[in-house]
């Protein structure tokens, strides 16, 4: 996560010449891609035991893509944000028609119907749709009422695939960002073309966000704002903490005036029944057609805009006030400058991105080793192993800063052993939990937080850390 701002034309930037800055762009790409494709890929073959894993690991690995992308030491240009778009668009084109990464949501088939329900004179809130469809040579049913806000069933091209158009909107998103970098980045990357590809709504409610919070060419327009607050229930939710983290009341109250403007009309249709699907997207067990809260594969994608859209101006706040008051006093209570308290927030990614590569290898090799307590163990330790090599691939930047006195070859001893001290203290935790009736999988998750504390903890100690150098007065 690095300091956002308009990127520079390419005119201004001097760099490798344009072959090896397209090898970099697609290293980049590839790097991207890759995590996104495993788990995938993981989700297809094992459906039950990466259901729940797969979701919050995509979004950690999106999260963590400009790190990546740091590390590879891309230049910071407009060009690399349009290599991303036309990648992703290539890439869409030919998963929309061969079926590859594909498939993974019935939104495309489901979305674009609903309206049709309307033009009868019934409630989609309340008339469940019922279909089936093929897709890439299978047959499907859908079966449910609609569980999103009523202005999102009049956003589509009639007759036009709906993949098409969630591609439009992913695209002129992009677009809409494409001159701050980091944003840019952020939204152009493989995870994001892939649920656009796959025709999730979520692309176009976003693409009205965009505009209404980055707008075109820096100009915002409240009027994409107002519709986004039509179509799903997370726009709403992100719109009034925004106002809310502004203390602005006069926007926090119209914010809920409109949203409850496009949900009146079905109150009075249908009676207050429709709130549950329409409010909470049918995902409490108390609701007519829901079965409980369940994550999607499509939910990090909000997390991603809103890190995207908002965590350079955050930035900037915090570099303002960082210099004085409250801040500034914990950042000396810490012993940390203010540039070091920007590499936190890149490190913690990483690491939470090793949590679920650690989970994800040690379920697959759990399913590939025959099942005894000595292959779990064996398990835990490969996926120790892969997963300490990810982490210090990606935080290699921050690894040993401001050694002092002691060489690297000292370092690397001190960081071997702290990591094998983290192992064990894993394996413990691995076996205590599974005495006490938890899954292989809990308690690897379990054991594998509490020895990412322990060896973060010891290396930020005495590996990671450099002192902030006193002032003659202090």
């Known amino acids: ?20 800055r397209y090898l970099r762009f697609s290293a980049a790409w590839v790097v991207g891609a890759a995590p996104a494709f495993a788990v995938l890929a993981a989700l297809w073959l094992y459906p ?9 690991a995509l979004g950690a690995f999106a999260l963590m893509f400009p790190i990546a992308v740091r590390e590879l030491r891309v ?9 991303l778009l036309v990648a992703g668009i290539v890439f869409a084109v030919i998963s929309i028609l061969t079926g590859a990464a594909n498939g993974l949501t019935d939104q495309s088939y489901s979305t674009p119907r609903f309206v049709g329900l309307l033009l009868q004179r019934q409630d989609p809130y309340v008339v469940p749709l019922s279909f089936q469809y093929q897709q890439y040579g299978q047959a499907f049913s859908f079966h449910s009422v609609y569980s999103f806000l009523p202005l999102l069933l009049f956003l589509q091209v009639p007759g036009l695939n709906y993949k098409w158009f969630a591609l439009a909107a992913w695209a002129g998103m992009v677009l809409v960002a494409r001159r701050r970098f980091d944003t840019g980045v952020m939204l152009a990357q493989p995870y994001v073309a892939i649920l656009a590809a796959n025709g999730y709504n979520d692309l176009v409610v976003l693409l009205l966000l965009t505009i209404g919070f980055v707008g075109w060419e820096g ?22 903490a925004y106002h809310l983290v502004r203390r602005d009341w006069r926007n926090v109250a119209l914010t809920l005036v409109i949203s409850g403007a496009f949900l009146l009309p079905f109150v009075l249709w249908s009676g207050p029944g429709i709130l549950c699907p329409a409010v909470t997207g049918d995902r409490l067990a108390a609701c007519q057609s829901g079965s409980g809260f369940a994550l999607h594969l499509d939910d990090s994608v909000w997390l991603v805009w809103g890190v995207a859209v908002f965590y350079g101006p955050l930035l900037g706040a915090l570099r303002r006030r960082a210099s004085s008051g409250w801040s500034a006093r914990q950042l000396a209570r810490f012993r940390l400058s203010f540039e070091e308290a920007l590499r936190l927030p890149a490190f913690l990614v990483v690491g939470v991105s090793g949590v679920f590569v650690n989970l994800c290898v040690f379920t697959v090799l759990g399913l590939r080793l025959p099942p005894s307590p000595e292959e779990v163990y064996l398990a835990s330790a490969g996926a120790f192993a892969v997963a300490l090599c990810w982490n210090f691939t990606w935080n290699r930047a921050w690894a040993f800063a401001g050694r002092g006195g ?18 064990a203290v894993n394996l413990v935790v691995l076996a205590v939990a599974v005495r006490l009736g938890a899954s292989n999988l809990d308690g690897q998750l379990a054991g594998i937080v509490v020895a990412s504390l322990l060896g973060y903890g010891l290396n930020l100690r005495w590996n990671f850390r450099t002192a902030v150098a006193r002032s003659p007065t202090g």
């Open 1 to 20: 996560m690095a300091d956002p701002g308009r990127t520079p034309s390419a005119g201004n930037l001097t760099g490798p010449r344009p072959v090896g």
């Open 75 to 83: 230049e910071r240009r407009t060009e690399f944000v349009d290599f």
């Open 48 to 56: 039950s035991e990466f259901n729940g894993t797969s979701e919050v």
């Open 406 to 423: 002691h060489s690297t070859l000292y370092h690397f001893g001190l960081y071997g052993m702290i990591q094998l001290g983290a192992l």
């Open 219 to 240: 100009r915002r327009q409240k009027w994409a704002e107002w519709l986004a607050l039509g179509c799903l229930q997370l726009a709403n939710v992100f719109v009034v």
